[in-house]
């Protein structure tokens, strides 16, 4: 994930788009394993997408390339909500 604020707030969109698909086919029934962790994957690539934009917008508030911010692994971006 990289390119523009725009790009990555596109890409929260698509994701948020598809948990709530997944979230709506599993309205009155349990899910199955595979749309247990489809659900995990899609929470971990929003937390990851958030913490990308929070990057890029402390970066350009202190006057340093946007475009240096990376994509933190899972473990990283998991362990602030602790």
């Given amino acids: 994930m990289s390119g523009t604020d725009d790009d990555v707030i596109a ?4 994701l948020v788009d598809e948990e709530h698909k997944l979230e709506r086919e599993l ?3 349990s ?3 595979d749309e247990k962790a489809r659900l995990r994957d ?3 690539a929003l937390d990851q997408c ?5 990057q890029r917008r402390a970066r350009r508030e202190f006057g340093q ?4 911010a990376e994509v ?4 990283v971006v998991e ?3 602790q």
Avoid at 50 to 54: E, G, T
Avoid at 72 to 75: E, F, K, Q
């Fill in 11 to 14: 890409q929260i969109g698509a």
């Fill in 27 to 29: 309205e009155g029934r």
């Fill in 31 to 33: 899910p199955r394993t």
């Fill in 42 to 44: 899609l929470e971990v």
């Fill in 50 to 54: 958030w913490d990308l934009l929070r």
């Fill in 65 to 68: 390339d946007p475009g240096g």
């Fill in 72 to 75: 933190r692994p899972p473990d």
């Fill in 79 to 81: 362990r602030y909500r």
